[in-house]
Structure formats: C-alpha cells, structure tokens
Nanobody, 123 residues
C-alpha cells in the first residue's frame, strides 16, 4: 500500500505565497514522475507542474515564473512553492506520483493521488 498526503493549503491574500507539500509513504520501491494538479469548481482538473526524478520540470503557462516545483527523493516528498497568487489560482491542489511498489509479484508500477489541499485566495 502507498499513501500520498498533500498539505499546506490555506487562505492567502492576492499576491501572497504558499508552499504545498506532498509526502509518499508505504512499500515504495521507487518514485518516478511527480506532479501537481488543480481543480477549481466547475472546471476540469489541470496540470500545474511536473517534475522528473532527475529534477527536470515543466509548468502550465499560467503559473510559469510564479510557481516552483521541487522534490526531495531521499524523503519521498515533493513541494510546490507558489508566489504572486492570482484570482485564477484558488482550487483544490492534488499531488500525483508514479510509484513502483514492492508486492508479492515483485514490483508493480501505478499512479497515485493525494486527497487534495484547498488553496483560497482573498482580496
């Protein structure tokens, strides 16, 4: 079993900053690509940022220059530093990871999601 726990959301003013965290635990063999997604009410879930095990990143155009994704492979964690928050940023933010786990078959690889953390931005 693997768990992804995303945290760090909250209420912040426009222009402010927040740092989200995503921690993976369980029978982990290896964590491959990781990413942050967000879903605002009435909208589809969208990719915000993505990071490879080697640290190569890419971002949605809407957050480039404002958000920074990083990871600590030794601690099975990923972060999203959000700055200059805008009215279009409020959403539930989810972390996703492709993880290889050890089980009775050997190693199984699958995608796992956190439960989400709410980001609210106020004027």
């Amino acid at each position: 079993q693997v768990q992804l726990v995303d945290s760090g959301g909250g209420l912040v003013q426009f222009g402010g900053s927040l740092r989200l965290s995503c921690a993976a635990s369980g029978s982990i063999y290896s964590i491959y690509n990781m990413g942050w997604y967000r879903q605002a009410p009435g909208k589809q879930r969208e990719l915000v940022a993505h990071i490879t095990p080697g640290g190569v990143t890419n971002y949605a155009d809407s957050v480039k220059g404002r958000f920074t994704v990083s990871r600590d492979n030794a601690k099975n964690t990923m972060f999203l530093q959000m700055s200059s928050l805008k009215p279009e940023d409020p959403a539930v933010y989810y972390c996703k990871a492709t993880i290889g786990i050890t089980d009775h078959t050997g190693i199984s690889i699958g995608d796992y999601w956190g439960l989400g953390t709410q980001v609210t931005v106020s004027s």
